[in-house]
């Protein structure tokens, strides 16, 4: 199997061109290939895949081997991927995701993407289609106790469901000791990635970010739109003003518009090209289904 490696400010993912070859479970794959001892090592598998609503599809697999709705990183990695593999010479690009269709704008200079603007679509603030458990008509500011804390959570919807919670300082959280409680928390059915948001000024915000499926990672797009979102709605930043979010992997530009439209500005950087051996995949498949549930959830 053919792949490519990017990384959108340090969120980084395998790709697989579909046009040209077929890949059997992804689910599994993923699970497989994202280790990173003994595997390549990333956040998870993204396929680029032909479409008939789109310019392109795309499917995204966690590290864990769920499937994810939406991944903003990753939607500006193929707008990169495909304009510089000359899969097309179009800078105005559709492409169709689990959670719709997302319009990208490219940045060219002499062939190269510099930029990509991703127009995200109308964010969700309605609990029970986040989802979160709430009667509430919006989840903003709501106490929230995990691990015997109280938290105040802002709960949005970019496609995927994030809870954010704004702090004095994120660098000293200990993400990989509560990560996991913020993401199993009984009020979200289908689990939420979370963001941890300290407020630098009204235009910029610093962010960690626990993702479900795969942890802390050093960014997520959608989790930096959905922190902008939050910001607004609590009175820290404006509408219709662009709020420079700081993540461990780079810096995001994110603008919640008045009519509840979101737009994301960042970069994507090809890492490498690789094949992996069929017959390795074959072995860590049969490793994967032959252990216990524990030990395949250590493995991944």
């Given amino acids: 199997m053919n792949f490519t490696k990017?990384?959108?400010?340090?969120?980084?993912?395998?790709?697989?061109?579909?046009?040209?070859?077929?890949v059997s479970e992804p689910e599994k794959l993923s699970a497989?290939?994202?280790?990173?001892?003994?595997?390549?090592g990333s956040d998870g598998l993204v396929l680029i895949m032909p479409s008939d609503k789109a310019d392109f599809r795309m499917r995204i697999f966690n590290a864990d081997g769920s499937e994810a709705m939406m991944c903003g990183n990753a939607t500006r990695c193929i707008g990169k991927y495909v304009y510089e593999k000359r899969f097309t010479d179009k800078t105005d690009i559709t492409l169709e995701t689990n959670s719709g269709i997302k319009h990208m704008s490219l940045d060219v200079s002499e062939n190269r993407v510099r930029n990509i603007t991703v127009d995200m679509g109308k964010t969700v603030l309605e609990p029970e289609n986040i989802?979160?458990?709430?009667?509430?008509?919006?989840?903003?500011?709501?106490?929230?106790?995990?691990?015997?804390?109280?938290?105040?959570m802002t709960c949005v919807s970019m496609g995927n469901p994030h809870a954010v919670i704004f702090t004095d300082s994120v660098d000293s959280l200990d993400l990989e000791k509560t990560g996991t409680f913020?993401?199993?928390h009984e009020i979200f059915p289908n689990r939420v990635n979370t963001?941890?948001?300290?407020?630098?000024?009204?235009r910029t915000l610093k962010m960690r970010v626990w993702e479900r499926g795969s942890g802390?990672?050093?960014?997520?797009?959608?989790?930096?739109?959905?922190?902008a979102v939050a910001a607004v709605l609590?009175?820290?930043c404006p509408y219709d003003e662009d709020i420079l979010i700081h993540l461990r992997g780079g810096d995001l530009i994110i603008k919640y518009k008045s009519d509840g439209t979101v737009i994301m500005t960042g970069g994507?950087?090809?890492?490498?090209?690789?094949?992996?051996?069929?017959?390795?995949?074959?072995?860590?498949?049969?490793?994967?289904?032959?252990?216990t549930e524990s030990e395949r959830n250590e493995m991944k």
Wanted: proline share 2%.
């Fill in 131 to 152: 989802p979160v458990k709430s009667n509430l008509d919006r989840f903003v500011s709501q106490p929230v106790e995990v691990c015997g804390e109280i938290y105040n």
């Fill in 182 to 184: 913020f993401e199993n």
């Fill in 195 to 202: 963001e941890f948001i300290e407020v630098i000024d009204s």
């Fill in 216 to 227: 802390e990672t050093f960014a997520c797009g959608t989790g930096a739109c959905a922190s």
């Fill in 234 to 236: 609590n009175g820290i």
């Fill in 268 to 291: 994507a950087e090809f890492i490498c090209d690789g094949i992996v051996d069929d017959e390795y995949i074959k072995k860590m498949e049969e490793n994967l289904c032959s252990c």
């Fill in 32 to 40: 497989v290939l994202s280790d990173v001892r003994k595997g390549i």
């Fill in 6 to 22: 990017m990384h959108g400010i340090g969120n980084d993912y395998i790709y697989v061109n579909c046009f040209e070859q077929n």
